[in-house]
Nanobody, 119 residues
Framework: QVQLVESGGGLVQAGDSLRLSCAAS????????MAWFRRAPGKGRDLVAA????????YYADSVKGRFTISRDYAKNTVYLQMNSLKPEDTAVYYC????????????WGQGTQVTVSS
């Protein structure tokens, strides 16, 4: 099992930036990919960005392309989400998640961190 702890959320104004961090511990060697999801008020949980541990291949949802960047520090077992040009519609609880292989579901989850963007 992999334990994930997010940090870095907060209240910002539209146009500002934030960087979220996700520290992984436990059986991290068994992880294939990490991702950031978000759940906005009254909505479902959406995939925002994902990255593979081995080569850093990244995926982004269309809504964040060009504004968000996912990265990983292999030595620190930490994944980051740099969020620039934030919009009020980015307001959500952001969750870090991990999965063990390309066919597996994301089954390791953090507790979430709140990001609020005011207009």
């Amino acid at each position: 099992q992999v334990q994930l702890v997010e940090s870095g959320g907060g209240l910002v104004q539209a146009g500002d930036s934030l960087r979220l961090s996700c520290a992984a511990s436990g059986r991290t060697f068994s992880s294939y990919a990490m991702a950031w999801f978000r759940r906005a008020p009254g909505k479902g949980r959406d995939l925002v960005a994902a990255i593979t541990w081995s080569d850093g291949t990244a995926y982004y949802a269309d809504s964040v392309k060009g504004r968000f960047t996912i990265s990983r520090d292999y030595a620190k077992n930490t994944v980051y989400l740099q969020m620039n040009s934030l919009k009020p519609e980015d307001t959500a609880v952001y969750y870090c998640a991990g999965r063990r292989n390309p066919m597996a579901p994301y089954d390791s989850w953090g507790q979430g961190t709140q990001v609020t963007v005011s207009s």
